[in-house]
């Protein structure tokens, strides 16, 4: 099934498909953490992907079928803090969000779409990969940590 898929930069073409990925991300957070995430809801709308889908300094890749179908995306950001008081000025790709589509999961395409984000981090000369996951995320967690991902920091919380 993901044997003829391609990666590329997304367009707004995807929109519409990468729109119902969105909601299935906030599923996930909101079934797991229903005090912090609404859903069904999307982070970003059709208008506000279109400006995003032309940012160089946020590149979005999917994963499509031979019919154009978006079967995953991967969300970047590029973060540099230049002339920071305390850190380095290294180039990083921020993967804001990685999905894919639930009709797909097991079927390597995340693993194609990760890789793919490393292929344009290399190319484009950038120090590491970061991003956060949830820990409600377990799936999301092994996931990276199959993909050779360490963490970095940890994010802490007491509720009240």
Not at 12 to 39: A, C, E, S, T, Y
Not at 66 to 72: A, D, F, M, P, Q
């Amino acid at each position: 099934m993901t044997d003829n898929v391609t990666i590329r930069r997304a367009d707004d073409n995807d929109i519409p498909g990468i729109l119902k990925l969105l909601i299935q991300v906030d599923m996930v957070h909101h079934n797991g953490r229903p005090d912090l995430f609404k859903g069904p809801a999307t982070k970003y709308n059709g208008e506000e992907l279109s400006h995003i889908l032309k940012d160089d300094d946020r590149p979005v890749f999917v994963c499509v079928d031979e019919e154009g179908n978006v079967l995953g995306h991967a969300f970047c950001i590029h973060k540099q803090f230049k002339d920071d008081n305390v850190l380095t000025d290294i180039k990083t790709l921020y993967i804001d969000d990685i999905c894919v589509d639930e009709k797909v999961r097991g079927k390597q395409v995340g693993r194609k779409l990760y890789e793919r984000v490393v292929e344009y981090a290399r190319k484009m000369d950038y120090y590491n990969i970061t991003l956060n996951v949830w820990s409600l995320n377990e799936n999301a967690m092994k996931f990276y940590e199959a993909m050779g991902l360490k963490p970095q920091k940890v994010g802490m919380e007491l509720l009240l």
